[in-house]
């Protein structure tokens, strides 16, 4: 079956760190970018950052640039989103995107999303 | 001012079509870029419905029915997305995006009430 599942979310005090996962599957991971959509608890989505298929480009929101970093283990599948110094506005549901290029930088869209996984920034 | 302007809400009846449009800020040209649409249904992720820069640069999703078509307004500086012959179904979200100085933009999304 051709699936995304994200794992990792979890309630986090403000200013701690979180690491998201990606399992992908039913693809050939590898071929695809990667990217990584949030959306706040009833708000819309914000995207959050984005990864070529060979980590060779990336780029990221600017509203988490220089807290997250996005990177790949095309061995493995999978996909993360590491997250420091988290705010409270960083709570949301985090979606893990497929992108149809295998170039972040090509601009195409998401045509294979996960369910997401809950991150909660609170005291 | 946000970089997409989207209506935050807006019904219509069954059977009925619906524009939702997607405005862009000024000083950025609704013609330069492709503007992509994703439909979201409550718990659901988003999905994917087409994409429209212009009639010869468009797309639609892979099972996305005709009904749904996009189009640009280049008066309003928007893009739009046409639903024609509005179903129950069709009751959702809906976010336009656009690729903008090397970063993804979502609009802040149009609540479709079919009623």
């Known amino acids: 079956e051709v699936q995304l599942v994200e794992s990792g979310g979890g309630l986090v005090q403000p200013g701690r760190s979180l690491r998201l996962s990606c399992a992908a599957s039913?693809?050939?991971?590898?071929?695809?970018?990667m990217h990584w959509v949030r959306q706040a608890p009833g708000k819309g989505l914000e995207w959050v950052s984005g990864i070529s298929w060979d980590s060779g480009a990336i780029g990221y929101g600017d509203s988490v640039k220089g807290r997250f970093t996005i990177s790949r283990d095309n061995a493995k599948n999978s996909l993360y989103l590491q997250m420091n110094s988290l705010r409270a506005e960083d709570t949301a549901l985090y979606y893990c995107?497929?992108?149809?290029?295998?170039?972040?930088?090509?601009?195409?869209?998401?045509?294979?999303w996960g369910r997401g996984t809950l991150v909660t920034v609170s005291s | 001012q946000a970089v997409l302007t989207q209506p935050s809400s807006l019904s219509a009846s069954p059977g009925a079509s619906a524009s939702l449009t997607c405005t862009l800020r000024s000083g950025i040209n609704v013609g330069t870029y492709r503007i992509y649409w994703y439909q979201q249904k409550p718990g659901s992720p988003p999905q994917y419905l087409l994409r429209y820069k212009s009639d010869s640069d468009k797309q639609q999703g892979s099972g996305v029915p005709s009904r749904f078509s996009g189009s640009k307004d280049a008066s309003a500086n928007a893009g739009i997305l046409l639903i024609s012959g509005l179903q129950s179904e069709d009751e959702a979200d809906y976010y336009c995006m656009i690729w903008h100085s090397s970063a993804g933009v979502f609009g802040g999304g149009t609540k479709l009430t079919v009623l």
């Open positions: 995107a497929k992108d149809i290029s295998p170039l972040y930088g090509d601009y195409w869209y998401f045509d294979l």
């Open positions: 039913g693809f050939t991971f590898d071929d695809y970018a």
